[in-house]
Nanobody, 115 residues
Framework: QVQLVESGGGLVQPGGSLRLSCAAS????????MGWYRQAPGKQRELVAT???????TYPTSVKDRFTISRNNAKNTVYLQMNSLKPEDTEVYYC?????????WGQGTKVTVSS
């Protein structure tokens, strides 16, 4: 069974940076589009970045030019570099496949942006 394990979250001041990692057991994602999502309590999960196996990326306007997704297919790992963080980025972040390929969610990693 493939598992997703997110890490790298924490407390950071506004304007700061964090780098999240997502390790997948198994090679299920090597040819698949991967995504980072986030969710705040009581809100729907939001897709904040996607990356194809070839490295093409997409972002919503809310994080564009601040977040960068990358991947290492050999290590079955996806990363999310987050810069210029804002208090509204405070959420739990998850990685997963996209759309109908979504598998069981991991535990996520909590990001808190506060002074």
């Amino acid at each position: 069974q493939v598992q997703l394990v997110e890490s790298g979250g924490g407390l950071v001041q506004p304007g700061g940076s964090l780098r999240l990692s997502c390790a997948a057991s198994g090679s299920i994602f090597r040819l698949r589009v991967m995504g980072w999502y986030r969710q705040a309590p009581g809100k729907q999960r939001e897709l904040v970045a996607t990356i194809t196996s070839g490295g093409t990326t997409t972002y919503p306007t809310s994080v564009k030019d601040r977040f960068t997704i990358s991947r290492n297919n050999a290590k079955n790992t996806v990363y999310l570099q987050m810069n210029s963080l804002k208090p509204e980025d405070t959420e739990v972040y998850y990685c997963n496949l996209i759309g109908k390929d979504i598998i069981t969610w991991g535990q996520g990693t909590k990001v808190t942006v506060s002074s």
